[in-house]
């Protein structure tokens, strides 16, 4: 498995900003009020973290104890945690998006909406790094057998 590259955060950031951009603009094109997100969600957002990096804490230390590594729990922390980081960077770019939108009319927009926007992006980007975190803490070290010398398998003669 691959670790996250930044690339792909970028992308999912940029995506979500797009995407929440349009969203108002939609809304707002309807005649319809601009999308605020529930006042739960960071608080969701900082727990997925909270419970990313909880569940990663004995694979750190099974692999810094030199205990055997159950590899399927590592793989499966690890799959958590790569979602949570693009999953965290899309709802920071998603909540940008809304608030570049916001920012952008010639109407200052309500204290309320703008602080809720804010602390989803924040939440969003805290969870981007406890991700990240949690996934540096599965990653197993190589072993020798892992490593394939040459082209032909065991028992294939050329």
Do not use: N, W
């Not at 957002?45 to 055997?68: D, F, N």
């Not at 949570?84 to 809304?98: D, H, K, N, Q, R």
């Not at 010398?149 to 294939?156: A, K, Y």
């Amino acid at each position: 498995m691959k670790r996250t590259g930044a690339g792909l955060l970028v992308v999912a950031a940029v995506l979500g900003l797009a995407a929440g951009f349009g969203t108002d603009s939609a809304l707002t094109a309807a005649g319809r009020a601009t999308f605020t997100p529930a006042a739960t969600l960071p608080i969701l957002l900082v727990m997925l973290g909270v419970l990313t990096v909880v569940l990663a804490l004995p694979v750190r230390r099974a692999v810094r104890g030199g205990m055997p590594t159950d590899p399927f729990r590592a793989v499966r922390t690890a799959m958590l945690a790569k979602a949570s980081s693009i999953v965290g960077a899309a709802v920071a770019g998603f909540a940008a998006g809304l608030a570049v939108f916001l920012l952008t009319r010639p109407t200052s927009p309500s204290v309320g909406s703008l602080t809720a926007i804010i602390a989803t992006a924040v939440c969003g980007a805290i969870l981007v790094a406890a991700a990240l975190v949690a996934e540096r803490m599965c990653m197993i070290r190589k072993d020798d057998d892992d490593e394939q010398h040459g082209d032909t398998g065991p028992g294939l003669d050329s």
